[in-house]
């Protein structure tokens, strides 16, 4: 398991413990002397809820452990684990920036690690149950043509990566969406139906997205952003078609 990885594991542990130490700490409370009878019925069952959680939670974790080192998934340990990422990932990410961390770093980390799970379920879709959905900052800030509502209008002039997705779609047959924000692309899932997203977006918007598209499964492809943020940014097109072969059970080819 390499770093990155290690470090949104790390931090979801270490806010798993923090919630754990809270529950503790009230449970303390509950049996002061001085509390009211009420007061210590309502803390008890706070804590009982929260305990409870936890404990589910410490399960999903283990259950991430183990998928990530056998390569493989374990239905049982689906739902707790997806508990455990989708209840803890914001208190990971303030502990994060509790001990300076970048959040993209988190993100980036949190994004790898999602994507070796999704790995791990070997899921094989026929292309056109398969989306892939890009920002669209990928196309050329000059182009005259407006392509997030139909992407063929794109002229493929080769100014930006768009006409080489374009050429994966022909060759691959999946469908594609350009999109402005989650809005859209919320609209795009709705309209396809995917079993599987192969999505390409800075860190941000990726962990956002495969949070909001859970349980439908996402690989998540960081873009690369040569003149800043949201403007003429790029994608490596072999790490895109490798997501779609993996969807399609080509990777093995």
């Known amino acids: 398991m390499n770093t990155h990885k290690r470090l949104f594991l790390g931090l979801l542990g270490a806010s798993l413990l923090l919630v754990a130490l809270l529950a503790a700490g009230t449970w303390y409370l509950i049996f002061n002397p001085a509390r009211s009878i009420a007061y210590q019925v309502i803390l008890f069952t706070m804590v009982s809820l929260l305990v409870g959680v936890v404990f589910w ?21 689906q739902g707790p684990m997806r508990v455990a990422v989708s209840l803890f990932f914001p208190v990971a990410l303030a502990l994060g920036r509790l001990l300076r961390i970048d959040s993209n770093r988190i993100k980036r980390s949190f994004i790898e690690v999602n994507n070796q799970l999704v790995q791990a379920r070997h899921l094989k879709v026929q292309p056109k149950e398969l989306l892939l959905l890009v920002p669209h900052c990928l196309q050329y800030s000059e182009c005259p043509h407006k392509i997030t509502v139909h992407v063929d209008n794109c002229r493929r002039c080769g100014k930006c990566c768009i006409s080489k997705l374009l050429e994966l ?8 969406g350009l999109a402005t924000g989650g809005t859209l692309a919320r609209k795009y899932v709705r309209e396809y139906h995917p079993r599987a997203i192969v999505a390409v977006a800075c860190e ?9 598209s859970n349980p439908i499964p996402v690989l998540g492809v960081t873009n690369e952003r040569p003149y800043g943020p949201c403007f003429n940014t790029c994608v490596s097109i072999p790490m895109v ?5 993996c969807f399609c059970g080509l990777d093995k080819e």
Do not use: C, H, Q, W
Not at 169 to 176: P, T
Not at 204 to 212: E, F, T, V, Y
């Open 57 to 77: 939670a410490f399960g999903g974790l283990a259950g991430i452990v183990i998928t990530l080192l056998a390569a493989r998934t374990f239905e049982p340990l």
């Open 169 to 176: 779609k022909d060759k691959y047959d999946f469908n594609m």
């Open 204 to 212: 941000r918007d990726l962990a956002s997205g495969i949070l909001d």
């Open 241 to 245: 078609e490798g997501a779609i072969r």
